[in-house]
C-alpha cells in the first residue's frame, strides 16, 4: 500500500459526458501527478501540482482539467469525453516538487462507451 | 529529452538473478535514471534511482556505465512475484527543481518456476 488513494475505482460513462477522479496524496506529500495509461501503452504525464499550484504540464487536453486543494488532494476533471479517452487514470504523489521517487495510487479505470 | 531503449521481454528463472538492460545514450550531465515496475495495471512501484554511482537498495541493484549511456537493473533473487513491467526512465528536468519522468514501453519480465 502506497498511501496514495483514488476513487472511483472503475468508471463507465457514455460519450459527451463529464467526470471527476479525486486523489489524496501520501501524508507529508506536496506534489501530486495525474498520469493516463492507455491499453497496452505506457505511462502518459498529464500534469502537476505542488501545494496547490500548478508545476509542470505533459499531454494534457484542453478537455481535461485539474486543481490541487489547499487540504492537498487532487482532482481530475474530464469533458466532452471520447472513446479514445478509456484508460488508466493513476495519482502520484511525492514530498517536493523534484518527482524522481514518486507513490502511485491503484488507479481509476475509466470505460467511454 | 533523453530517451530509453530497453528489451520489449525478458525471462528468467526463478531463485537466479535477472539483469534487465537499458540504453540511454543521449543521456545529458545532469539526468537521473529511474527504474520502476507495474505489476499488471497495479499503479507503478519505484525501485531505485542513479545519477553516476552504482546504487544498491534492499529491491535491486543499479550499474550506471561509465559513459552514463546505459544501465542495467538487477535483481539479485527473482521470485515469482517480480514478474512485471520494468521501466527504465530518464528524468528530464523543467526549469529549477522540476523534472518530469518520461515512460516508455519497458521490459515485460516472467519469473519462471
Known amino acids: 500500500d502506497s498511501g496514495v488513494t483514488q476513487t472511483p475505482k472503475h468508471l463507465i460513462t457514455a460519450t459527451g459526458q463529464r467526470v471527476t477522479l479525486r486523489c489524496s496524496p501520501r501524508s507529508g506529500d506536496l506534489s501530486v501527478y495525474w498520469y493516463q495509461q492507455s491499453l497496452d501503452q505506457g505511462l502518459q504525464f498529464l500534469i502537476q501540482y505542488y501545494n496547490g499550484e500548478e508545476r509542470a504540464k505533459g499531454n494534457i487536453l484542453e478537455r481535461f482539467s485539474a486543481q490541487q486543494f489547499p487540504d492537498l488532494h487532487s482532482e481530475l476533471n474530464l469533458s466532452s469525453l471520447e472513446l479514445g479517452d478509456s484508460a488508466l487514470y493513476f495519482c502520484?504523489?511525492?514530498?517536493?516538487?523534484?518527482?524522481?521517487?514518486?507513490?502511485f495510487g491503484p488507479g481509476t479505470r475509466l470505460t467511454v462507451t | 529529452d533523453a530517451k530509453t531503449t530497453q528489451p520489449p521481454s525478458m525471462d528468467c528463472a526463478e531463485g537466479r538473478a535477472a539483469n534487465l538492460p537499458c540504453n540511454h545514450s543521449t543521456i545529458s550531465g545532469n539526468e537521473y535514471v529511474y527504474w520502476y515496475r507495474q505489476i499488471h495495471s497495479q499503479g507503478p512501484q519505484y525501485i531505485i534511482h542513479g545519477l553516476k554511482n552504482n546504487e544498491t537498495n534492499e529491491m535491486a541493484s543499479l550499474i550506471i556505465t561509465e559513459d552514463r549511456k546505459s544501465s542495467t537493473l538487477i535483481l539479485p533473487h527473482a521470485t515469482l512475484r517480480d514478474t512485471a513491467v520494468y521501466y527504465c526512465?530518464?528524468?528530464?528536468?523543467?526549469?529549477?527543481?522540476?523534472?518530469?519522468?518520461?515512460w516508455g514501453l519497458g521490459t515485460s519480465l516472467a519469473v519462471n518456476p
Open positions: 526512465i530518464v528524468s528530464s528536468r523543467i526549469g529549477g527543481n522540476n523534472r518530469k519522468l518520461i
Open positions: 502520484a504523489s511525492s514530498v517536493l516538487g523534484d518527482s524522481y521517487e514518486q507513490y
